[in-house]
């Protein structure tokens, strides 16, 4: 899509997103996008520090404020969170005031309500993007303020206000991703199939479990890559032959991509779109509605009716189901690849700009 004729460059924008690294890390090309183009960044996020972590590499300005979650479950935490989320929004009230921003991009994520809220009472366009196939709750309720919804999948039009289909903006990185490079990084000399298994940017505990009691049968055809996320390695498989476990791969990880040549993972919708743009064969193991308002069931499903995606519920995840459906997507490969083929990748940080650019116009 093309900017609007009266579309600018824009000099300066608020982004905003977090609570965790997939509301955040997209963030990174349409940050890198705009900086590019001279604009101005700044970020609000929470105290927490991870999204701080995620965006200073940039060099952009951080500012965190006050967040609360709304979970769907009782907790007291609620109550306190409850607390901070009008704090929050006066925070970025005031926040936004000395910033000046044309206008605000909100990712998505509790951490993102405040300043998309505050933007809104100041008059600032805004614009949103959800990832999955059926908004978030903070999407849900900052959609009506919003200018534009930019969405991953075409079927989310509708569900929100005005849509526009950008898909989610992959880091370059992942596009130029090296095969060589990654078996260097993984210590890889054989030449095996490598498996890559990654539960998220936390790790996936029934994912680990089985995978783990399946080592024996799968490691005699294929090279094993787990992520399991953060304190959740296994010392007593430390040197195994064809087994290598890492909590977490930030550098290097498009080229670790590249040498895997399929992958199990969860369903997230930001790792989906990754296997889909990327042409990476893959099974899913999506987070199971008990702990969860079932996104990644319906992103899975999605890609499994388009013939996209192998899909196993956790519920019947056990080592046997996984060395079937491993072996299922092993076997067909090449099949699969083909299939990826015709999956259409967008250039979303380009498309996220020109609605940003359409936003501000509205506002001059």
């Known amino acids: 899509m093309k900017p609007s004729a009266d579309a600018r460059p824009l000099r300066c924008v608020v982004v905003t997103g977090g609570g965790t690294a997939g509301h ?16 101005e960044v700044h970020f609000v996020g929470s105290h927490s520090g991870l999204e701080e972590r995620l965006v200073k590499p940039l060099g952009v300005t951080y500012h965190g ?43 998505g994520g509790f951490v993102s309500f405040a300043a998309a809220v505050a933007g809104w009472l100041r008059g600032v366009p805004l614009v949103t993007h959800e990832s999955d196939l059926t908004p978030g709750l903070a999407n849900r309720l900052v959609a009506p303020l919003a200018q534009t919804v930019c969405v991953n999948f075409d079927e989310t039009a509708g569900a929100l206000a005005r849509t526009v289909a950008t898909g989610t903006p992959l880091r370059q990185a992942l596009a130029c991703g090296d095969a060589a490079r990654g078996r260097a990084l993984l210590g890889i000399a ?28 799968l490691l005699p055809r294929f090279v094993v890559v787990h992520v399991c996320g953060p304190g959740r390695l296994d010392p007593s498989l430390e040197g195994r032959e064809g087994y290598v476990q890492r909590e977490y791969i930030d550098e290097g990880w498009g080229d670790v991509i590249a040498t895997a040549d399929f992958v199990v993972s969860r369903a997230g919708a930001n790792a989906l779109y990754e296997w889909l743009a990327l042409g990476k064969p893959h099974l899913l193991v999506p987070l ?69 650019e359409r936003a501000a116009a509205t506002r001059n």
């Not at 955040?24 to 604009?39: D, F, K, N, W, Y």
């Not at 929004?89 to 910033?99: E, K, P, T």
């Not at 899975?300 to 192998?310: C, D, H, I, N, P």
């Not at 979303?348 to 609605?355: D, F, G, K, R």
């Open 288 to 356: 199971p509605r008990s702990v969860s308002r079932g996104d990644q069931i319906e992103n899975a499903e999605y890609a499994r009716k388009r013939g996209l995606s192998l899909v196993i519920e956790q519920e019947k995840l056990t080592p046997a189901s996984l060395i079937d459906g491993v072996g299922c997507l092993a076997d067909a490969l090449p099949a699969w690849r083909e299939r990826l083929a015709g999956f259409g990748r967008r250039d979303s940080a380009q498309l996220i700009v020109a609605e940003l």
């Open 190 to 217: 054989t030449d095996k199939p490598v498996m890559l298994v990654v539960g998220g940017s936390l790790g996936a505990t029934a994912l680990n479990e089985v995978l783990r009691e399946t080592l024996d049968a």
């Open 65 to 107: 404020v006050s967040t609360g979650k709304l979970r769907r479950y009782f907790s007291l935490a609620n109550l306190t969170d409850l607390a901070r989320i009008p704090l929050g929004v006066v925070q970025a009230w005031f926040l936004l005031g000395r910033i000046g921003p044309q206008v605000v991009f909100a990712k």
């Open 24 to 39: 955040t890390v997209p963030t990174l090309p349409v940050i890198e996008h705009l900086l590019a183009q001279g604009c």
